[in-house]
């Protein structure tokens, strides 16, 4: 299958901005043809307007796609210089955005789904606690951040009538330590039917395993350094359990946590 026919090129304008924790943004991107074909857990890649020797676009996920008001949710941290320029862009002006990129979730119709995320892999979590409870999935979230200034999704995911734990790095808020505990703490209750995890490689490949314990099956969205976005660099393979490798960009991000060499 030629993934790379499925992505285009859109246009977007910025509609909002908000820093939403320290230095975490929220971006909202008017861009209503591309907001109706994204499915949660795809991603997008931006070119970011600002600095003409930066060629790479920015790959980044989104947490939600509003397909009536056309706008996309980006939320996404402001840590190297594609996506610093990112955020200094203001409402009204834009650039060019390619997607839908990649495969995302796969949803369930029923049983009950453990989310877990871990620092900014919290978006693509998010959004499929959105479509979760549009099919009236249950579901409880683990968050994890470095510190409670650096924490973003728990209302979001509480609206959406989840239960929220939350960890910390430092014990700033909620449970000192990291999202593994509480989320093998949780599987080992044997309610759980799937875990959709992303977040820090180490910590999905320890999520990967406590579901793997419990009998549980888990989708994991990865990061790679995705280049092109849709198969024609290379750059971000992934190895897979049984050998060879699968393109993040094109077969991922999200992989059953079984296929991958952790």
Same mark, same amino acid.
């Given at each position: 299958?030629?993934?790379?026919?499925?992505?285009?090129?859109?246009?977007?304008?910025?509609?909002?901005?908000?820093?939403?924790?320290?230095?975490?943004?929220?971006?909202?991107? @008017?861009?209503? #043809? /591309? =907001?109706?074909?994204?499915? +949660?857990?795809?991603? *997008?890649?931006? $070119?970011?307007?600002? %600095?003409?020797?930066?060629?790479?676009?920015?790959?980044?996920?989104?947490?939600?796609?509003?397909?009536?008001?056309?706008?996309?949710?980006?939320?996404?941290?402001?840590?190297?210089?594609?996506?610093?320029?990112?955020?200094?862009?203001?409402?009204?002006?834009?650039?060019?955005?390619?997607?839908?990129?990649?495969?995302?979730?796969?949803?369930?119709?029923?049983?009950?789904?453990?989310?877990?995320?871990?620092?900014?892999?919290?978006?693509?979590?998010?959004? @499929?606690?959105? #479509? /979760? =409870?549009?099919?009236?999935? +249950?579901?409880?979230? *683990?968050?994890? $951040?470095?510190?409670? %200034?650096?924490?973003?999704?728990?209302?979001?995911?509480?609206?959406?009538?989840?239960?929220?734990?939350?960890?910390?790095?430092?014990?700033?808020?909620?449970?000192?330590?990291?999202?593994?505990?509480?989320?093998?703490?949780?599987?080992?209750?044997?309610?759980?039917?799937?875990?959709?995890?992303?977040?820090?490689?180490?910590?999905?490949?320890?999520?990967?395993?406590?579901?793997?314990?419990?009998?549980?099956?888990?989708?994991?969205?990865?990061?790679?350094?995705?280049?092109?976005?849709?198969?024609?660099?290379?750059?971000?393979?992934?190895?897979?359990?049984?050998?060879?490798?699968?393109?993040?960009?094109?077969?991922?991000?999200?992989?059953?946590?079984?296929?991958?060499?952790?």
């Amino acid at each position: 299958m030629d993934h790379s026919a499925q992505v285009r090129q859109y246009d977007f304008t910025v509609a909002t901005k908000t820093e939403v924790a320290r230095g975490i943004w929220r971006m909202e991107i @008017a861009a209503p #043809e /591309l =907001a109706a074909r994204l499915r +949660p857990g795809q991603f *997008v890649n931006i $070119a970011v307007p600002g %600095d003409p020797s930066q060629i790479v676009r920015v790959p980044l996920s989104f947490a939600y796609a509003d397909a009536d008001r056309g706008t996309v949710e980006l939320v996404f941290a402001a840590v190297g210089d594609g996506t610093r320029r990112l955020a200094a862009l203001e409402a009204g002006e834009g650039s060019t955005v390619l997607g839908p990129c990649g495969h995302g979730w796969r949803f369930p119709e029923a049983g009950r789904v453990l989310l877990v995320a871990g620092g900014v892999g919290a978006p693509p979590v998010v959004a @499929a606690g959105r #479509e /979760l =409870a549009k099919k009236d999935v +249950p579901f409880t979230a *683990v968050l994890g $951040a470095q510190t409670a %200034d650096k924490l973003w999704g728990v209302p979001e995911l509480e609206e959406l009538g989840a239960q929220v734990v939350v960890t910390t790095d430092d014990g700033s808020r909620g449970v000192h330590g990291f999202t593994t505990q509480p989320a093998a703490e949780l599987l080992a209750t044997g309610e759980y039917t799937l875990v959709m995890t992303c977040g820090p490689n180490p910590m999905m490949a320890g999520i990967a395993k406590a579901a793997h314990e419990a009998g549980v099956a888990c989708q994991a969205s990865l990061e790679r350094m995705m280049t092109c976005g849709f198969g024609a660099c290379h750059t971000c393979n992934v190895a897979m359990a049984a050998g060879g490798y699968k393109f993040c960009c094109t077969d991922g991000p999200v992989f059953d946590a079984e296929e991958v060499a952790w």
